[in-house]
């Protein structure tokens, strides 16, 4: 049976939500590494296939928070690049660049929720980036009492961040290696589970913006997962 197949009945098999079976992420391969940029423009982006973060966590449209999302991959990188409308940030005010900051999530991030187990669903990891480029990146592990605990992991991915004041977008580019997956050599029709997030606002009206629906209080619902696949072109 073909590799591709093979995971399709992986993912039947494993009880996933209507939601998964959805119209994937497709990332698309690049010739080779790039300099890590939030420019959409550049050569680099322009080959991606955007898809969209537009709704909130229990499936309404949120059409004028609509964030896109691009993905390319290499032999050794998987790049993703967030483009996010805002009206209101809320940020650190004693931003740290320099060292992982542990509960970023209280302020606005992009997120990426990414696992190559398709038997274990509980077992993935989590990538955030503020507007301001702090970190934190977490080996997820939802069978264990603290799952926040993964943040001591590191996974050496790279980052950045810029703010478009005037046009009232920020970016986020991401630069994940794919050794720090845990999945096998990539190539085309290679699969991998995500969910895609950002957070606009402060606690008193905070907005939470998704790529498929946890339809629950929390982002960390593996069975609501979308899928992304590796395309050659």
């Not at 996933?16 to 423009?41: C, F, I, M, Y």
């Not at 928070?65 to 990188?77: F, L």
């Not at 939802?142 to 920020?170: I, K, M, Y």
Request: with cysteine; charged share 25%.
């Amino acid at each position: 049976m073909k590799p591709f197949l093979l995971t399709l009945l992986v993912l039947s098999s494993t009880g996933l939500s209507a939601a998964q079976e959805q119209a994937p992420l497709e990332s698309v391969k690049a010739e080779g590494e790039a300099t890590l940029d939030t420019n959409p423009a550049s050569s680099f982006w322009a080959d991606a296939r955007p898809t969209y973060a537009e709704v909130d966590a229990n499936g309404r449209r949120m059409s004028e928070y609509r964030t896109e999302v691009r993905s390319r991959w290499t032999r050794d990188n998987l790049y993703f690049l967030f483009i996010c409308p805002y009206k209101n940030l809320y940020l650190n005010p004693a931003p740290d660049v320099m060292r992982e900051t542990y509960g970023l999530w209280k302020w606005n991030v992009a997120e990426v929720f990414i696992g190559s187990d398709f038997h274990d669903i509980k077992r993935y990891k989590e990538f955030e980036v503020s507007p301001q480029n702090e970190w934190v990146d977490l080996d997820i592990n939802l069978n264990a009492p603290r799952h926040e605990q993964g943040w001591t992991w590191n996974s050496g991915f790279e980052h950045s961040a810029r703010v478009d004041e005037r046009a009232r977008v920020w970016y986020v580019a991401m630069r994940i290696p794919f050794a720090a997956l845990g999945s096998p050599e990539p190539v085309a029709g290679t699969l991998l589970r995500l969910n895609l997030f950002r957070t606009e606002g402060p606690p008193e009206d905070p907005k939470e913006i998704t790529w498929r629906p946890p339809m629950s209080g929390t982002f960390h619902v593996p069975e609501r997962f979308g899928v992304l696949t590796l395309v050659a072109h």
